[in-house]
């Protein structure tokens, strides 16, 4: 199975500040990545795939860049709703595996 | 829309089973797969398995030998059973629907499912 591993585990950020959230694959993944916002409460959000494209209706402060291994998230201005999870997700190859999320807290 | 539904505790060793019930959308209309996550406590996610409207199945080899996924297509859900359950088995389960390549982009509201006699 292709391990993912995110960092940091958690952030503590201010609203306006520009966060990033790295994921590391064991193996190249050809940019097979997705990324995931969960809030408390609610169910999980598709918010990138294909590592960089934005899916329908997700803000245009979201993005996704990287290739080979190394993907990150970026969040070009935090906003009060984006205080949440956030999990990448590789599907290069079966079994689909996740990192083990990034926790974004309010400083 | 999608909403699990079962039991919240299951005894060690018994049958898990749970349904997501799909509202908005048709399973047998195609184009989707329907698939079943998982979360341990403090733990990252989980791909159990999925299912094509046809039946076809994919299953999570680490579980495979006790998991079964299935669909009611007259229903608009599909279900999950898992058998032998232990404690490691607790876990807040999500039901899914995803694009063939593999990204999910609906998800239920998870249901936490406890094993503990």
């Known amino acids: 199975d292709i391990q993912m591993t995110q960092s940091p585990s958690s952030l503590s950020a201010s609203v306006g500040d520009r966060v990033t959230i790295t994921c590391r694959a064991s193996?190249?993944?050809?940019?097979?990545l997705a990324w995931y916002q969960h809030e408390p409460g609610k169910a999980p959000k598709l918010l990138l795939l294909?590592?960089?494209r934005l899916e329908s209706g997700v803000p245009s402060r979201f993005s996704g860049s990287g290739s080979g291994t190394d993907y990150t998230l970026t969040v070009s201005s935090l906003q009060p709703e984006d205080f949440a999870t956030y999990y990448c997700?590789?599907?290069?190859?079966?079994?689909?595996?996740f990192g083990q999320g990034t926790k974004v807290e309010i400083k | 829309q999608l909403q699990e539904s079962g039991p919240e505790l299951v005894k060690p060793s018994e049958t898990l089973s749970l349904t997501c019930t799909v509202s908005?959308?048709?399973?047998?209309?195609?184009?989707?797969?329907w698939g079943w996550l998982r979360q341990p406590p403090g733990k990252g996610l989980e791909w159990i398995a999925s299912?094509?409207?046809?039946?076809?199945?994919y299953y999570n080899p680490s579980l495979r030998s006790r998991v079964t996924i299935s669909v009611d297509t007259s229903k608009n859900h599909f279900s999950l059973k898992l058998s032998s359950v232990n404690a490691a088995d607790t876990a807040v389960y999500y039901c899914?629907?995803?694009?063939?390549?593999?990204?999910?982009?609906?998800w239920g509201l998870g249901t936490l499912v406890t094993v503990s006699s």
């Open positions: 899914t629907r995803h694009y063939s390549s593999g990204w999910h982009n609906s």
């Open positions: 908005g959308d048709s399973i047998s209309s195609g184009g989707y797969f």
């Open positions: 299912i094509y409207h046809s039946g076809n199945t």
């Open positions: 193996q190249a993944i050809s940019n097979s």
């Open positions: 294909a590592a960089s």
């Open positions: 997700q590789q599907y290069y190859s079966s079994p689909q595996t």
